[in-house]
């Protein structure tokens, strides 16, 4: 069966700092992987999207950036954080096909200092 | 961008069914309704999806309008566990599977 990880569950860093938040997909081929973020009492916000090694997509600017090294490993980086990137951050993966569900790590609750 | 419209809350005594209802009057004939759950501080978990008949799983029922232009999520014996923020989304493309979260609705669920 498929399964996604998602480290770490909380995270603290100060302004300024950089980050790197993984994600890694086990039992599947080839998905499409997925980067969200939510803030304190909001709805979720697609950042990111891939649909291969090396094919990122963006939804929208912001200070974050994101890169797929591996088939099934997506990484959301940071070179400097922001009081404003603070948030929960969900790692999701789905199946290429027309009609499926993504399916959602547990997140990293992200506070920046 | 969402394009879907969903009431802030709604309450539910325990045991009942709880009836979520969403707009999407936007939606177009290749897009499906998908509805998903999130539980305080974990990640959404999918519940059911549909593009024009009506479903149904082990969770839930979903009832989509000849018209498409919207649907209700049906939990048919609602628990204290339901208590959760729902989320319906229409989801666009075919290829990409992205995600386009509103802010849903919170049920509270009451013994």
């Known amino acids: 069966s498929q399964t996604i990880h998602q480290w770490p569950a909380t995270l603290v860093q100060p302004v300024g700092s950089p980050l790197s938040l993984e994600c890694t997909v086990e039992?599947?081929?080839?998905?499409?992987l997925y980067w969200y973020r939510q803030a304190a009492g909001r709805g979720l916000q697609l950042l990111f999207y891939?649909?291969?090694?090396?094919?990122i997509s963006s939804e929208v600017p912001q200070n974050l950036s994101a890169s797929r090294p591996q088939d099934r490993q997506f990484i959301l980086s940071s070179k400097k954080l922001l009081l404003s990137d603070s948030g929960f951050y969900l790692c999701?993966?789905?199946?290429?096909?027309?009609?499926?569900?993504?399916?959602f790590g547990q997140g990293t609750r992200l506070t920046v200092v | 961008d969402a394009k879907t419209t969903q009431p802030t809350s709604m309450d539910c005594a325990e045991g009942r069914a709880a009836n979520l209802p969403c707009n999407h009057s936007?939606?177009?004939?290749?897009?499906?309704v998908y509805w998903y759950r999130q539980i305080h501080s974990q990640g959404p978990q999918y519940i059911i999806h549909?593009?024009?008949n009506n479903e149904t799983n082990e969770m839930a029922s979903l009832i989509i309008t000849e018209d498409r232009k919207s649907s209700t999520l049906i939990l048919p014996h609602a628990t204290l566990r339901d208590t959760a923020v729902y989320y319906c989304?229409?989801?666009?493309?075919?290829?990409?599977?992205?995600?386009?979260f509103g802010s849903g609705t919170k049920l509270n669920v009451k013994p």
């Open positions: 999701a993966w789905g199946e290429q096909e027309i009609s499926t569900e993504a399916f």
């Open positions: 039992g599947t081929s080839n998905p499409n």
């Open positions: 891939s649909v291969g090694i090396g094919q």
């Open positions: 936007t939606i177009s004939g290749n897009e499906y």
């Open positions: 549909g593009l024009k």
């Open positions: 989304i229409v989801r666009e493309g075919y290829n990409f599977n992205k995600f386009y």
